[in-house]
Every structure is written in structure tokens, then in C-alpha cells.
């Protein structure tokens, strides 16, 4: 019990804090909450170094959702509003889009460069031509063919 909750505290202290996340973003508090964001970001990485349980690609995935979970934000308190006519009418305002869309570009960009950046580039190659089987017969002894190509890699053949 004591090994899950070492293994798995910096995870529960990182839920716990997106949940305190919500409630400041409930009061209308989003500079303090991109604060605590980053606050509840540090002591996940601290407590995952301080239990060995730190690995690279968990913190990158934690800190570009936690960009993407900002953007989102921002776009919605800042860059859409409710209209009132027409009724359930939406406007988008470039102040709110624009930096959103920026700060979304900015944090899936390592994601996708981490996925398939690090992939060796393999040289196309050239499609391997199938030769015809065709079994000729010597002239100088009708007793035996000879071996094609696939017939020697195959290892059913006798030797003489």
C-alpha cells in the first residue's frame, strides 16, 4: 500500500491540483490559477526527482498538457462571448484567439516533435525485382534441373 501511494503520489498531488485549478478558474481567477498551475507543475517534478520516479517524457507530457489546458482556458474566458442577439449568438475576439492558438502551437509542437522527431530516416528503397522461375533442363544430362534462386534458399534440394 505504502509503495503505491510513493509510486503514484506526484501523480495524485498533480489531480489534486488541477482540481484546485478549476476552483480558482470557477472564481474568476486566471492569473492565479496559471500561477498555481505552475506551483502544482514544480512540485510534481520535485517529489517525482526525490522519489526516482522522474522520467523525461512524463514531464514533457505534463507540461504540454498542462500549456494546452491554459490555451483552452484562455480561449474560452477571453476569447469567445456570449452576444445577445441573436439569442445563443457567439463572438469570437482576436485579443482572446490569437494568443490561444499561439500558446496551443507552442505546446503541442514538443509533443510531436518528441513522437516522431527521434525516428532514424530510413533511405527509400527500391522495390526488389521477382525473377521468373523457370526450370531449364541441361542438354548434356536429363537427370537433374537446375536450381533456381528460390530453390537454393528454400534448402530442399539434394546434393550430388
Request: aromatic share 16%; net charge positive; glycine share 4%.
Amino acid at each position: 500500500m505504502l509503495i503505491t501511494l510513493k509510486n503514484n503520489l506526484h501523480w495524485i498531488i498533480f489531480a489534486l491540483g488541477l482540481i484546485f485549478y478549476c476552483v480558482l478558474l470557477s472564481n474568476a481567477m486566471l492569473s492565479w490559477s496559471i500561477v498555481w498551475l505552475l506551483f502544482i507543475i514544480y512540485t510534481w517534478l520535485i517529489i517525482s526527482v526525490i522519489f526516482q520516479n522522474y522520467l523525461f517524457k512524463h514531464f514533457l507530457y505534463i507540461l504540454c498538457f498542462s500549456g494546452i489546458w491554459v490555451s483552452l482556458t484562455w480561449l474560452f474566458i477571453k476569447g469567445i462571448e456570449e452576444v445577445p442577439l441573436p439569442r445563443g449568438a457567439f463572438l469570437f475576439k482576436a485579443e482572446g484567439v490569437v494568443p490561444s492558438i499561439i500558446l496551443f502551437m507552442l505546446f503541442t509542437i514538443p509533443l510531436i516533435v518528441y513522437h516522431f522527431g527521434f525516428e532514424k530516416q530510413r533511405a527509400p528503397q527500391k522495390p526488389i525485382e521477382k525473377i521468373p522461375i523457370t526450370k531449364k533442363k541441361s542438354k548434356k544430362n536429363n537427370d537433374w534441373e537446375e536450381a533456381s534462386i528460390e530453390d537454393i534458399e528454400s534448402g530442399n534440394f539434394e546434393i550430388i
